[in-house]
């Protein structure tokens, strides 16, 4: 596997996706050799789940060549060329939505379900917590969120989700009202199960 034309297929499929022509100062991608080095680059001590992560422009991910030893996750080459396009997908969204990332549920949710990860995750039975990631960091915000950004694309469609990225605004509330004014219905959990 070669990380630069998993990197080049991801930047054309993500162009396609967002719909932005992204040819020019393309992020970075940096390989992080482990997780003593992640550390450092993260300024803390991180969990064993954390394998890549995006700081405006860069995009960092551990290398493939140590990934199972200072990792959790098993590796497979599927696996890790979605990690990359995740965390590129990140870019992408901050592009769009002018350096907005909350809500958290559909910063990560747009990341899960672009890059293909919702394919190999369990499917939850109901939705009952996604809501609560709106500011909050939480490990437990990839468990619903691919689906329910899946769900809004399946359901309603590219444009109105890439309509809602695009108006991301400075708080909840706002940013229930936007939503409500996209979709047509509030952001409540019965409205999605
Ligand atoms: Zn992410």
């Excluded at 939505?97 to 369990?122: H, I, M, N």
Aim: overall charge negative; aromatic content about 16%.
């Amino acid at each position: 596997m070669d990380v630069n034309d998993v990197f080049n297929n991801s930047i054309k499929e993500l162009n396609e996706f967002f719909e932005i022509n992204w040819v020019e100062n393309l992020p970075e991608l940096v390989i992080v050799p482990d997780r003593k080095a992640i550390d450092e680059l993260m300024g803390m001590k991180t969990e064993d789940w954390m394998v890549g992560w995006i700081n405006r422009n860069k995009v960092y991910v551990l290398d493939s060549k140590s990934y199972e030893k200072e990792s959790c996750h098993k590796y497979s080459e599927d696996e890790y060329k979605k990690l990359i396009k995740h965390e590129l997908s990140h870019c992408y969204f901050l592009k769009l939505s002018k350096y907005k990332s909350e809500p958290d549920w559909l910063w990560e949710g747009t990341a899960l379900f672009v890059s293909g990860q919702c394919k190999t995750r369990e499917r939850p039975e109901k939705f009952e917590d996604f809501l609560e990631y709106y500011g909050k960091k939480s490990k437990y915000v990839y468990r619903e969120s691919g689906f329910v950004v899946e769900l809004l694309f399946e359901k309603y469609g590219k444009d109105k989700l890439l309509l809602l990225i695009k108006s991301l605004g400075h708080n909840e509330e706002e940013f229930k009202k936007k939503f409500e004014e996209i979709y047509g219905f509030e952001l409540k959990y019965e409205n999605f199960n």
